[in-house]
């Protein structure tokens, strides 16, 4: 089952735009994950917030966290077109399981040059 | 250089013939998984391994075995494989359950 769902599936803007995707969940987490994956390829972890954390930033990223909405966000300012790839949150699974992280079903950024 | 090994990156093979997909991770991880990737339906993990020995099932472990015989691999068996696991296949390893996943750069399953 599926515990993140990305916000919007697609996305399309010009570089130097900032593109702004979504996660939601269902359950309570401990931490959330975004993962970036180029076109058939393994995806690559880029950041991880933990639940006690509001916003946590990495570079051209930034990543929010609101537990009351059960939700996260991702930023990429200045997008380039090598931002382009499709993007997904994972969590963690419930307590109490002992499987790895539960993925969404992305969000497909395209950066236009 | 860290990295998860996936073998092999491309596979046609028919309905019913046995086939194994390797993966190797020099991490030391103690977590490994495998997760299969549809479009729109994003990635669903098959099954998963604690540690050696140590396997459970995932959400679609269906048609589908693993072994984890030594830390560092963790195979993924397809008996009698069908149409429907056509698929992009992906073995990820982490450290603990929930931390960073790193990723193999997938094989590409094509049943006929």
């Known amino acids: 089952s599926q515990q993140g769902e990305e916000d919007p599936q697609a996305l399309s803007i010009q570089e130097g735009e900032n593109a702004t995707m979504n996660c939601s969940y269902k359950t309570s987490i401990n931490n959330l994950q975004w993962y970036r994956q180029n076109s058939g390829r393994g995806l690559v972890h880029l950041i991880l917030?933990?639940?006690?954390?509001r916003e946590k930033h990495s570079g051209r990223l930034r990543v929010t966290l609101d537990t009351s909405k059960k939700s996260s966000s991702l930023l990429i300012t200045a997008s380039r077109a090598a931002d382009t790839a499709s993007y997904f949150c994972a969590t963690e699974p419930p307590s109490g399981s002992a499987r790895q992280l539960t993925f969404g079903s992305g969000t497909q950024l395209t950066v236009l040059p | 250089e860290a990295q998860v090994t996936q073998n092999p990156r491309y596979l046609i093979t028919v309905t019913g013939k046995k086939l194994t997909v390797t993966c190797s991770q020099n991490?030391?991880?103690?977590?490994m998984s495998w997760y299969r990737q549809d479009p729109g339906l994003g990635l669903r993990q098959i099954y998963y391994?604690?540690?050696?020995?140590?396997?459970d099932k995932g959400d679609v472990p269906e048609g589908y075995k693993v072994s984890r015989k030594e830390k560092r691999n963790f195979p993924l068996i397809l008996e009698s494989p069908s149409p429907n696991q056509t698929s992009l296949y992906f073995c990820?390893?982490?450290?603990?359950?929930?931390?960073?996943?790193?990723f193999g750069q997938g094989t590409r399953l094509t049943v006929v």
């Open positions: 917030i933990r639940s006690n954390e």
């Open positions: 391994s604690m540690n050696v020995e140590v396997t």
């Open positions: 990820a390893s982490s450290f603990h359950r929930a931390t960073e996943a790193f």
């Open positions: 991490m030391n991880h103690e977590y």
